[in-house]
């Protein structure tokens, strides 16, 4: 019997934890290793939505990507039923004047999405304690979520099950393997082994829990900013910081969140907010890099921006597909690191 193929895979985030278990329930000899805490990461700051809808809807570089964004969302519920990751599934709320909410209606028109019109009133029956005086809603099903904590745990249990040997230690460049993937977020690769995630470009962002607030219902987007469900408390997130890499807090950032949170959520006032930072890896055309390096035997999974949670499932089986010589399915071209190279996104 040939022996299995091993692949190490660096940075436990979510796109190396879902990439590793779909590589070791495929059949691959697996190591994880990071030097950081479990959610030490942007994985773990996130706000975990699932959001195809309202990130096509609202996000320009998301837009032409509605497709894959739902082909990636459409894997979670088999990811969840077999890891323990509890899904949520309460729907999202943008919310606004009358005039956002016909700009964001044409724009799901134009993405074949219709989404519920609702009075003020029934906003609020779906978001418990959203301030009276917004105009009225919208509302979609389609837009999930999971508590990030709790499914990084869920994610680690089932690779280890799966026979995934996890190390807490940075990736050692010179140990034997047949392939490497670099999921490494927005940090910088040891040894340049895959030139190709120069291209990457870090945003940080600033979210806040309120670990008092215990919020049960739809998620809300209001403006700038969101405000979501979350087992440590309601989450209120997130500023887009281009180009910087730190995780300092910024007082400005949080306080322009904590203030646009209490505008819709008048509980909030008063209440205690945590402030989390973590930073986000970007790419040009704001789907990750996933698939080959022009280095030899190195792969990489990373630049997911401000939808790794949404992508994660994708990621993994289109990486898996590639370790093993399988057709990667028909999102896989437009997240070729190759593309951005002068020649173009063939494999
Ligand atoms: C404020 C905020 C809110 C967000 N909200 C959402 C959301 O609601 N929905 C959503 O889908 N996405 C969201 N995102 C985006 C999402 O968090 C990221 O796209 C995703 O977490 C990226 O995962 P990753 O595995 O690529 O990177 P990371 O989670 O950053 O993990 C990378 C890991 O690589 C490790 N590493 C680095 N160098 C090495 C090395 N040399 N060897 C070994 N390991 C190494 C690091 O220690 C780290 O643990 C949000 C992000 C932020 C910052």
Known sequence: MAAALKVIVAGAGVLGLTSALALARAGARVVLTDPAQLGDNASGVAAGMLAPVFEA???????????????????????????????????????GRDE???????????????????????????????????????FTGDDWRIDPDQ?????????????????????????????????????????????????????????????????QGAVVRGEGIYLTP????????????????????????????????????????????????????????GLPMVGFSRTAGVMMAAGARRNGWLLAPLVAKTVTALVFGAEPGPYAARMAPARFEPGGGAY
């Open 100 to 138: 956002r909410l016909e700009r964001l209606e044409q724009a799901l028109t134009r993405l074949g999405v219709r989404a519920e019109r609702l009075s003020a009133r029934a906003a609020a029956e779906k978001a418990p304690g959203l301030a009276a005086g917004e105009a009225g809603a919208l």
């Open 151 to 215: 499914a990084l745990a869920a994610l680690v249990e089932a690779a280890a099950e799966a026979g995934v040997e996890v190390r807490r230690a940075p990736l050692h460049p010179d140990e034997a393997c047949d392939w490497r993937l670099l999921a490494t977020g927005a940090d910088p690769v040891p040894g340049g082994l895959a030139p190709e995630l120069v291209r990457l470009e870090p945003i940080k962002g600033h979210i806040l829990r309120a670990g008092s607030l215990r919020y």
């Open 230 to 285: 979350g087992a440590g408390g309601m989450v209120i997130g997130a500023s887009m910081e281009r180009g910087a890499s730190d995780r300092a807090v910024d007082p400005a950032q949080v306080e322009r969140l904590a203030e646009a949170g209490r505008a819709l959520f008048p509980a909030l006032d008063g209440a205690q907010l945590a402030p989390g930072v973590g930073v986000r890896a970007g790419t040009p055309d």
């Open 57 to 95: 809807a609202l996000d320009a570089l998301a837009a032409p990507h509605f497709d894959l964004l739902m082909g990636a969302r459409d894997l979670w519920p088999e990811l969840a039923r077999s890891t323990g990751v509890a899904l949520d599934r309460s729907g999202a709320l943008a919310i």
